[in-house]
């Protein structure tokens, strides 16, 4: 069964160093999406790509960049973390318009 | 982006009660999504709404798509344990095409 894979489940990093989450899929979907999702705010779009090679910003995509060098994976990176990207991360990706929305189990980031 | 009301925040409820939450928008939706979220992984699509006035069913869960285009709303019916989780509603993004813009969520706590 296709399905989409986030990695690690659990990071502790500290402030100021690189961290990279992976997100994989294996539905050969063109449309991948990176959200975090806190208390109060609930799914918030950080960064999306369309295809290989493409890239863009969502609502709070400070701090973060993502790159798509083939279809499967679309690694989000964090430049330096801070405390304020404590937060869940969900990876997803869908195929045309109007096809379900396929969401990853998360990874739990804590910077401390 | 789009702002999407939902309410309540949370619901704290007896097994078999009957439960309802909605969700609002500043903008016409041509689309309205609800998804549940499981503690501990990614959120899931429950229903999908395409016209104005529709009304569709998945098992106990009933959603409709307001007539405004403007607002939807979730009922459950004679809800049980494992309803428990985070619902959202969601509704494409108004400048990232494919991407999907989510209401904070409603947290339904179910007791036996």
């Known amino acids: 069964d296709a399905e989409i894979t986030q990695s690690p489940r659990h990071k502790i990093t500290e402030t100021g160093r690189q961290v990279t989450l992976a997100c994989h899929q294996t539905w050969n979907h063109n449309n991948m999406f990176w959200y975090r999702q806190d208390l109060g705010h609930g799914l918030r779009l950080i960064h999306y790509s369309y295809g290989v090679q493409d890239t863009n910003k969502g609502e709070v995509s400070d701090g973060y960049s993502v790159s798509r060098s083939n279809t499967e994976d679309l690694p989000l990176t964090l430049e330096s973390a801070a405390s304020s990207q404590t937060s869940v991360y969900f990876c997803?990706?869908?195929?045309?318009?109007?096809?379900?929305?396929?969401f990853g189990n998360g990874t739990r980031l804590t910077v401390t | 982006g789009q702002q999407l009301n939902q309410s309540p925040q949370s619901m704290f409820i007896q097994e078999g009660e009957d439960v309802s939450m909605n969700c609002t928008s500043s903008s016409i939706f041509n689309t309205w999504l609800w998804y549940k979220q499981d503690p501990g992984e990614g959120p899931v699509l429950l229903i999908a709404?395409?016209?104005?006035?529709e009304l569709t069913s998945n098992g106990r869960l009933t959603a409709q798509f307001g007539i405004t285009r403007k607002d939807s709303f979730l009922n459950i019916s004679a809800s049980i344990p494992s309803d428990v989780g985070i619902y959202f509603c969601?509704?494409?993004?108004?400048?990232?095409?494919?991407?999907?813009?989510f209401g904070k969520g409603t947290s339904l706590l179910v007791t036996p």
């Open positions: 969601a509704g494409p993004g108004s400048n990232s095409g494919y991407a999907l813009n």
């Open positions: 709404l395409y016209k104005a006035g």
């Open positions: 997803a990706s869908r195929g045309q318009e109007n096809s379900p929305l396929h």
